[in-house]
């Protein structure tokens, strides 16, 4: 206990390199001193807090001694010391830290809802794989974009300047209330899809949303791409990106 904040840093350092994949005995700018530093404190500030700390144990290491090591007042003076260092942890804002927090939400509290977003896209997958019209595709492509993780998505398709095949193919297909709106607009079959509290030209346009951008294409050829547009902040992407780049 006298020599709790030494040993504190130290195991934080440690755990931090551990976790980052660096060396563990690598130096670096990290420890809690570094981190003080950071927040704009001075170098005398910095001192007298860690020697109020250094103090502090040392009475504590009093107190233990003078109980014999194994009194009633023994536990409560741990407790609050260990609740004291996992919130100096989060309040020193280690990356570290934060990203095992984001990996407990991510593996407890957010699990099923990604569990069932990806069985979602495997559903939505396997109806593209198996389309044999415009229709059916615009049908699995909703199905996946139903997942509400995307506020907006565009899709063009085709092969550029090719306007007479485009349209063959929608009138082939006209009627069918799948195709939701598509319409050939330079050479491709264009088509746009809307959570409905965003209209298309808003988004698009709004510096507030990010585009993940998928060429759709074969060994051969391009032929065309898919938009999805979400806009940043709020809660994080409850869908690993990997499903949509390769299964998808």
């Known amino acids: 206990m006298a020599f709790a904040l030494p040993v504190i840093d130290t195991g934080f350092a440690i755990a931090r390199r551990f976790v980052a994949g660096e060396p563990l005995f690598e130096g670096d700018r990290e420890h809690i001193h570094h981190k003080l530093l950071e927040r704009g404190w001075s170098q005398r500030r910095v001192a007298f807090v860690l020697y109020t700390a250094c103090a502090l144990f040392g009475m504590l290491a009093l107190l233990f001694a003078s109980e014999g090591g194994g009194g009633k007042l023994t536990g409560l003076p741990l407790l609050v010391t260990g609740a004291a260092v996992v919130l ?21 509290a957010e699990r099923r809802v990604r569990a069932a977003n990806h ?56 009627g069918d209330a799948r195709l939701g709106g598509a319409e050939v607009r330079g050479g ?31 060994d051969a050829a391009g032929w065309g791409y898919i938009n999805l547009y979400r806009e940043f902040g709020g809660d994080g992407l409850l869908l690993d990106v990997n499903y949509l780049s390769n299964l998808f």
């Open 88 to 108: 100096i942890a989060g309040r020193l804002r280690y990356h570290e830290v934060d990203e095992v927090r984001a990996g407990l939400r991510r593996n407890i």
């Open 119 to 174: 069985v979602r896209v495997r559903r939505a997958s396997r109806a593209l794989s198996g389309a044999e019209n415009l229709a059916e595709m615009f049908a699995a492509v909703r199905q996946m974009l139903e997942l509400g993780e995307f506020a907006y998505a565009t899709l063009q398709l085709g092969r550029g300047g090719d306007a007479e095949a485009s349209e063959r193919v929608l009138a082939r297909e006209a």
């Open 188 to 218: 491709l079959v264009c088509w746009e899809w809307g959570r409905g509290d965003a209209g298309g030209e808003e988004v698009v346009a709004s510096p507030l949303f990010w585009t993940l951008r998928m060429p759709l294409s074969t």
